[in-house]
């Protein structure tokens, strides 16, 4: 499988704490991006970083990218309830995308 | 903004039914979608178009066929529902042939029974 990995696969934080999730990935690409999904809903696309890129940030998302180690990280700062969702990676192979299995984010009040 | 709307967001079919699931864009976008979302296993391509009339096998197209006659509409056949068809199926739509964002419809969650 060319599927990605996030890691971890549950985290629950404080509101107002930061989040962190990695993804790791196996072919080389030409960028990587984040997607969140809110329960039973599709997924809404966060940031997209090139593979020449090494830190990307967009408001409280901060991602960086290491293509030596074929992995990427993204940072949700101050967290809020509202951040509580499940989190892909996804990267580019052949014009399509390929998704990794999510980091299920709860955020408590 | 992009929309991309999907027929139903919830339908219940019975094993071995022909099920039809729409999926519409209204951006003009090149390149569609179709994923089946299971737990424990992430998002999985079942058939993509870069065109009309143009179709190519995702990583999991046994089971599943599709039509686009025209650019904006992506339609996912299921020719005789089985119950391990029973999943989130999620279209997308994007602009170029490139590793562009994809934009989402809100899902249909199919049941056979």
């Known amino acids: 499988s060319q599927q990605g990995e996030e890691d971890p696969q549950a985290l629950s934080i404080q509101e107002g704490e930061n989040a962190t999730m990695n993804c790791s990935y196996k072919?080389?690409?030409?960028?990587l991006q984040w997607y969140r999904q809110n329960s039973g809903r599709g997924l809404v696309h966060l940031i997209l970083?090139?593979?020449?890129?090494r830190e990307k940030h967009s408001g409280r998302l901060r991602v960086t990218l290491d293509t030596s180690k074929k992995s990427s990280s993204l940072l949700i700062t101050a967290s809020r309830a509202a951040d509580t969702a499940s989190y892909f990676c996804?990267?580019?192979?052949?014009?399509?995308?390929?998704f990794g299995k999510g980091t299920k984010l709860s955020v408590k009040p | 903004d992009v929309k991309v709307t999907q027929s139903s967001r919830y339908l219940v079919k019975r094993t071995g039914e022909k099920v039809f699931l729409e999926c519409v864009q209204d951006?003009?976008?090149?390149?569609m979608f179709w994923y089946r979302q299971d737990p424990g296993l992430g998002l999985r391509l079942i058939y993509f178009?870069?065109?009309?009339?143009?179709?190519e096998k995702g990583d999991i197209p046994e089971g599943y066929s599709v039509s686009r006659e025209k650019k904006e509409r992506f339609s996912l056949i299921l020719e005789s529902a089985s119950t391990n068809q029973t999943s989130m199926y999620l279209c997308?739509?994007?602009?170029?042939?490139?590793?562009?964002?994809?934009?989402f419809g809100p899902g249909t969650r199919l049941t056979v029974l």
């Open positions: 997308a739509s994007s602009p170029t042939k490139t590793y562009n964002e994809q934009f």
């Open positions: 072919t080389s690409i030409n960028n």
């Open positions: 970083i090139r593979s020449n890129e």
């Open positions: 996804a990267n580019g192979r052949q014009g399509n995308l390929i």
């Open positions: 951006m003009d976008h090149e390149n």
């Open positions: 178009s870069y065109d009309v009339k143009m179709k």
